[in-house]
């Protein structure tokens, strides 16, 4: 697989979202997220993501688990200041020092590795000053158990005052052909600073790749049945968005999936999506997605078929953990 560089940091081209293999998107099956893992390294992928949120705590141990004995392969990103209790339940964005400290050792223990190659604090706490939070992020680059930082869903203002603390590395933020408000706000700055992006959920949590229809499709436990997008009016509406990119997909020989991961491939070399998923059938797919070919054309046509606020609805039932 090609390497692309987030800020400093080399890393490649595609890396794998770990979410969805401990929770969010309905049920998974530990040994097949595990082998997923291990299949995405064989290919020659690098960068991995996960958080302690996600389980809670569990997708840690389970990525964990699945990188015994291939550290070295591995660009390994985990993310803290979304503060879940082992039961579930919230208890809201810490950025505080001393929660910094401590979510930091917890994720070692829960990896099993002695550093974190990029930690992310996975949304701004908009009580603590960022300059205070960077700063305690920033010890622990000193102390030896992180080697990057970034920030996740952080405004333009934000990451500047935080790269003066520290250089950041790269801002993690929803980005994808039904979600193109980074391009206006931040992208920008990071140009300016050399900081990299690195977009979750760049297949629209799935919409994009065509395999959904109606919103009983998800799971019971899946979080998407309760997001303003998988709703009613927008659903329908959002999936005008879906078929649209299916022809042009269907057209270029392609999966949908693979057409809006090469669309973010090619928006500059400073991107490095990070799609889910929790089996190989699907790792294979959106692996393919660096051989589709896109033209100045194919990019021109996909502007037209999903500009900015094309899709319908909010991001999430509440965006006041947004940083904006």
């Not at 395999?211 to 499709?217: A, G, H, L, T």
Request: proline letters at 5%; hydrophobic letters at 40%.
């Amino acid at each position: 697989m090609e390497s692309r560089t987030l800020g400093s940091l080399t890393v490649s081209a595609l890396g794998l979202g770990c979410m969805g293999m401990s929770e969010f998107y309905g049920p998974g099956e530990e040994n097949e997220s595990i082998a997923t893992i291990q299949a995405f390294l064989d290919a020659g992928g690098s960068l991995l993501d996960t958080a302690d949120m996600y389980g809670p705590f569990t997708n840690e141990v389970l990525v964990g688990r699945a990188i015994a004995g291939r550290r070295d392969d591995v660009v390994l990103a985990t993310k803290f200041g979304n503060e879940r209790r082992p039961d579930g339940s919230w208890v809201g964005i810490n950025g505080s020092p001393d929660y910094v400290r401590a979510a930091c050792d917890a994720s070692l223990q829960r990896l099993g590795v002695d550093h974190i190659d990029l930690y992310y604090q996975h949304r701004v706490d908009k009580t603590v000053p960022i300059e205070e939070t960077v700063g305690a992020m920033a010890e622990l680059v000193q102390a030896g158990k992180v080697r990057h930082l970034g920030l996740s869903e952080a405004s333009a203002d934000t990451v500047r005052r935080a790269h003066e603390v520290h250089p950041i590395t790269a801002l993690q933020t929803e980005y994808s052909l039904w979600e193109r408000e980074p391009e206006s706000k931040v992208f920008p700055v990071l140009e300016e600073l050399g900081i990299g992006f690195v977009p979750y959920s760049p297949l629209g949590r799935g919409f994009l790749t065509g395999q959904f229809r109606s919103p009983d499709d998800f799971a019971a436990d899946d979080f998407r049945r309760h997001s303003p997008r998988f709703q009613g009016e927008n659903f329908a509406r959002n999936l005008q968005l879906v078929d649209r990119v299916k022809e042009l997909a269907d057209a270029k020989a392609c999966t949908p999936a693979q057409l809006a991961l090469a669309w973010l491939l090619a928006q500059g070399d400073h991107i490095v999506p990070i799609p889910g998923t929790k089996n190989r059938g699907r790792l294979r797919e959106n692996l393919g997605a660096a051989d589709v070919e896109l033209s100045a054309g194919d990019l021109n046509r996909l502007d037209e078929l999903a500009p900015a606020g094309a899709a319908a609805g909010a991001r999430y039932p509440h965006m006041d953990s947004i940083d904006v």
